[in-house]
């Protein structure tokens, strides 16, 4: 196509004006970012990191995992964007009588254009398939009033429609046709800017600076803070400016998409707790630029905070690895640490300081579980697996036949074990909700105990245990690494070194399960209770939120031992669901979930339960089929 001097001049102001245009408001949008703190190194395990934003960003993982058709059309848009991009400079080339393409893929040149006309298709297909979606399916739409989503929509549309226009043989307008594409790519980069559309850009790095794993809390250097200017100290996210760049980047990247609010325990029942909302509200603070301003006035209020159990559903379904627990956890060290407003586990923080348990009963209540029971105590022998009955099973007589029936199970299976005298408190909750310096002196107290007993295997029934003994309370000179294991996968270990004989099952019982979070989300144990339960003769009954999407029972961040009105308890949403599932039996693997779902339906049992029942009933079991174990990587 032939253009005239005046329109190469025009195009040329037009893609000047624009570009400046964008770098201008662009720098304003990323001094606002790069004004945060460090929290953290983010450049570490360089590899790793090129690998999962590959994968999230080009495989786009993320975004089909959890809404597939969706995340599908979502994808199409997004990798026809990126096979666009060599076009789309050849369109401006054009305009000044140039061409890469022609010289560098000659008579190839034909095949290239077939192809993108297939690629052009499939876009603007996807895109209506996604507008239908928002505009005419308006209960599943996050946000049905969107005009910018509306006009990216039809931009996009109409981007895909003029370039199959341009290249057919015989093209209607050609000259308008043109200069319609051209305009629709010279507004479209301003509209990003200024709408959620910035993830398209920011997403991938976003997605890079990700930290590694969920709810990685970077520890408080108390004795640095102590002796640093008053000045200088940051206990949390207390004011605005404290914010860190990442988090700054992530409130600026959300898509707005509704993912974290949906998963969010503390949002479907009700509370004032909205994960987008916050996210939403960080962002519309740094526009306001207050740097002095309290985040709980801005960002997240403290009432709302209060219903966070650090499920961390909303993280793990963000599809732009935006971190909330960083924002939660750190809101949560302001209120304990500095400000001491809005703290809402003071009582719990009491009675761990005065008893060392939640429960505020006498250390000799566990003394006298342990005499009660015969249970043996931990020598430190080789071989010898040392049983860390977590608060729960240690000060909860309610939950002593779960203890019992777990006993039960290691001895028939000949296992060697025994049990602490003195159990600190490993400090899970104490850290989530917000005071740090408690759980730094309980994770001392649990690691000395544990390295003066030279405990090398660790099993535990407690999933916040496992997590906080297996990830958080590492050795400072790292030279003290024992195996924690969760409950369920000794009990699996057993069963498939054939330790464990049950009754042979004519008739098979149903149950539901309950994943718990920190067992299944934070700690990707999910197979092993449910091999556990089959080689019972149990078959599980899938709850609709189940695996890495369970919803929470409400006792994350000492929600167990909370006193809360019925209309503010999570739990309700979880017993909720049960029952929907018409399952009479109910099987946990968590002592804090066996708590708060204890009368869900008619029964609900500890797995360790069904698995002692199980046994106590025959000898001449079943084993579990070769395939089977195969298929759980043992
Ligand atoms: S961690 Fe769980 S409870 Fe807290 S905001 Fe996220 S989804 Fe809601
Ligand atoms: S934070 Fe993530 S999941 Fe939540 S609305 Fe934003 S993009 Fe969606």
Redesign the pocket.
Known sequence: MEFQFSEKLLLALLILSSAGLFVWNLRAKIGLILEGPTDRVRTDHLGKRLARTVREVLLQTRVIGQRPVVGALHAAVFLGFLLFAIETVEHFLEGFSFSILEPLLGPALPGFRAGMTGVAAVVAVAILGLAFRRFVLVKTSPDPRSVTSGIVALFIFLLMVSYLNGISSNPVAPHANWWLHAIIILVFPHLILKSKHFHILMAPITLFFRGERLGDYVPLDLEALAEADVEEVCLGLEKVRNLPWKMRMDFFT???????TEACPAAQAGTALD??GF?LAGRQTLRAGRPDDQVSDTVISDEALGFCVTCGA?EN????G?EHLQLLVGAKRAQALATGKGVVASDYFRAIETYGNPFGQPRADRRKLISDLEMPRFSGADGEWLLWLGCVWGYNPELRSAVRAFQEVLNTAGTRWGVLDEEPCCGHHSRRQGDEAQFQDLARRSLEILRQKKAKQIVTPCPHCLHTLRREHSSPDGDYRPQIVHYSELMHTLVVEGRLQFKPNGAQREAAYHDPCYLARYEAIIDAPRAVLAATGTTVRELPHRRGQTLCCGGGAAGFVRELEPEQRLDRVRRAEIVGSGADLLVTACPECRMMLGAAVDQTKDLAEVVAESVRAGQAGTRLAEPELTALGK
């Open positions: 959300c898509v707005e998409c509704r993912r974290c994960p987008r996210i909303c379904g963000c599809p732009v935006v």
